[in-house]
DNA sequence: GCGTATTCTTGACTGATTCAAGAAAATAGG
DNA sequence: CCTATTTTCTTGAATCAGTCAAGAATACGC
């Protein structure tokens, strides 16, 4: 959590620049980690009622592509967006509920970055996404 | 490669109806791998003409459920297919012009398995995607 | 303040996928 | 082989996330 000044102060460091909509999206993205789109629109329209949903998905385009929030995708899910950047962590997500929580790199730093045959890719990334049930559906199954 | 018998044998070995719309669909998966849906439905009616695009999605999540195909989905991408199941592969996926590619695990047999901190899920599958550019798009660019 | 480039609003549109109802086809049993 | 039952396929409409486009509003350098 921070504060209004500190998402503007971050959208200026990322030489963006500063509106309400994008001060908003940024602040909804922090207090709601891994929320898909609609629950940021809503979230957003507790502060600005107003706004339109164009704008947030283009100011969620602008903050991914400035690195402030990050976009991710499980197979199946719309899109969500966290704010934890730059760290190189990974997901859980619930086969079940579609739950996602954070868990960070398994083995040392980067573990699975390499690759065992590229195919000629000049690879940047490796993301890793771990498929199961949260807590709470397998109680539910098994009960 | 294989031959319609085998493709109904499989079928039946996964306690399925064999049908035409489903042969056609498993080849087309075994002969495109990671093609998505509208290029399975193109070259299914290659053999069968009159193939409805639903009979596809049927059976494509016919197949997936019974294990006898998998279902890929990178950001940003929609649905792929691919035949090679049970063997814990990987993908690597160009950013520019979205082609996938298999690799074989990093590790040893499952390196990323094993979370740091799996928030008390019960984890079943790790799935790695490498991110980065193919060959042709990484010289298109630098030229 | 002013001007210009960027961003936001409005509203239509696309494309992948799903839903639903009835017709057709596949297996089990006789 | 024939029939009954169940599954699968066809047809056609609908949904949903996300995009496109044109004009109005706003931010910020000067």
């Known amino acids: 959590m921070a504060t209004t000044s500190e998402y503007q102060r971050m959208l200026r460091g990322a030489a963006m ?11 909804a993205v922090y207090a709601h980690p891994h929320a898909d789109t609609d629950s940021i629109i809503r979230a957003v329209r507790r502060d600005l009622p107003e706004v339109s949903h164009q704008a947030v998905y283009d100011s969620l385009h602008a903050l991914t592509a400035a690195g402030l929030v990050r976009r991710i995708q499980p197979s199946g899910s719309v899109a969500r967006y966290e704010s934890r950047v730059g760290d190189n962590h990974h997901h859980v997500v619930c086969r079940s509920c579609g739950v996602v929580a954070d868990v960070d790199c398994a083995v040392g730093e980067a573990p699975c970055l390499t690759a065992s045959d590229d195919h000629a890719f000049s690879i940047d990334e490796a993301e890793v996404t771990y498929w199961g049930l949260c807590h709470d559906c397998s109680t539910a199954r098994s009960s």
Chains 1, 2 share one sequence.
């Open 17 to 27: 620049r500063v509106t309400r909509p994008r001060v908003a999206v940024l602040s």
